[in-house]
């Protein structure tokens, strides 16, 4: 006798998010590698710009590991787009500022993000872009606001 495979009651969403999130960042990547950026570059600069942070605090922002931001400062640093300088509000830390030069790109790098994202959304009829990008965000901040912790582990028991 042959097994089955099961029925499907759901729609697959894991597929959904992670086939789109995946041709999103490759998109994103070709048109920011074309000014010379990478995405987590163009995150450090637009984050950093906002207010004074610390790397720690950049890369909570950026989802990215310590090893991940040293790199990326590195290179925005040997790119000449911002430096590591000691905070104005504590002598003790230090702070990635944005160069001159860093924060143009940083415009330009945003306005690449925006027209990537605009025409990924584009694929949508305009009534429904309101009704997706909400029922985004009540994910993001509900349901799937969190990771599960050690779901790798939990995975392999």
Known sequence: MTA???????????FFLDHTSHVLRTRMAAELAEIGLTARMHC????ALEEERT????AELGDMD????????????????????PSSTDRRARIVAVTPAGAKLAHRSQEIVDRVHEEALGALPAKDR????????????????????????????
Do not use: Y
């Not at 450090?44 to 984050?47: E, S």
């Open 66 to 85: 310590k090893t991940t931001m040293v790199v990326t400062v590195d290179a925005l640093e040997k790119a000449g787009l911002a430096e590591r300088r």
């Open 44 to 47: 450090v600069l637009v984050h």
């Open 4 to 14: 089955m495979a099961p029925n499907r009651t759901a729609p697959d969403l894991s």
């Open 130 to 157: 309101d009704v997706f990008l909400r029922a985004m965000e009540r994910l993001v901040e509900g349901q799937l606001a969190q990771p599960v912790e050690n779901a790798a582990r939990r995975a392999r028991q």
């Open 55 to 58: 790397q720690i605090q950049l």
